[in-house]
């Protein structure tokens, strides 16, 4: 059996979990345990959708996948013994211009002008001054969660622990805050993710292909 999928590595493209190989496209990973492979366990792991996949990323590389071998599905994810990596990109900013997207599809109209320039043109001198800005408005707001998307989208790398404010942090958060405020908004949550997993999916494969080129 086989599966396309989707997964996540840190940003020295190592397995996880003490493994340490380093990821390389073309190259197929088998999983070495002596156990039966397991779903959140043990396995080489992959997401049909790539904010399924988005949920578990360890760090910005992305990688296009094929499962093979015995293969276990979940709702989320599965897990199979073989992982084929068909293309890897480094996500950053892809990630990064995502959050902004997913903050500009919730943003209340009197958004600061700042906030709303920031997020549409990801322009690095104005971002410490859109932080500033959507953080101020979100108290006033009552943190509501469109603003919570325009901050995570906005926040500046500096500001935070690394481990909350990488790119793939930003988009994921920025993602699920903005399907929230859309629930509670029009109760569209699930075409709502279904509409930003499509989103994802063609920025993802637009990049994989003129990386190719």
Known sequence: MKLKAWHFLASDKRLGYGDNRVVQVGKTYRYKGKEPIKLCKRGMHGSAKILDALQYAPGPII???????????????????????????????????????????????????????????????????????????????AWDAAWYAARYAARDDAAWDAAWDAAWDA???????????????????????????????RMVNRAIKEQSK
């Not at 994810?77 to 293309?87: E, M, Q, Y």
């Not at 805050?177 to 930003?196: T, W």
């Open 63 to 141: 990688c296009k996948v094929e499962l093979g071998g015995e293969v276990i599905k979940g709702d989320d994810k599965a897990v199979a013994t073989d992982r084929k990596v068909l293309a890897m990109i480094d996500g950053t900013k892809v990630l990064r211009k995502f959050a902004c997207m997913c903050a500009l599809d919730v943003l209340p109209d009197d958004a600061p002008e700042i906030v709303v320039r920031y997020l549409k043109t990801q322009d690095e001198s104005i971002r410490d001054a859109a932080w500033d800005a959507a953080r101020s408005a979100a108290r006033s707001a």
């Open 171 to 201: 988009a994921r958060d920025a993602a699920w805050c903005a399907a929230r405020y859309a629930a509670r908004a029009k109760n569209r949550e699930q075409s709502y993710i279904a509409k930003q997993n499509t989103r994802l999916t």
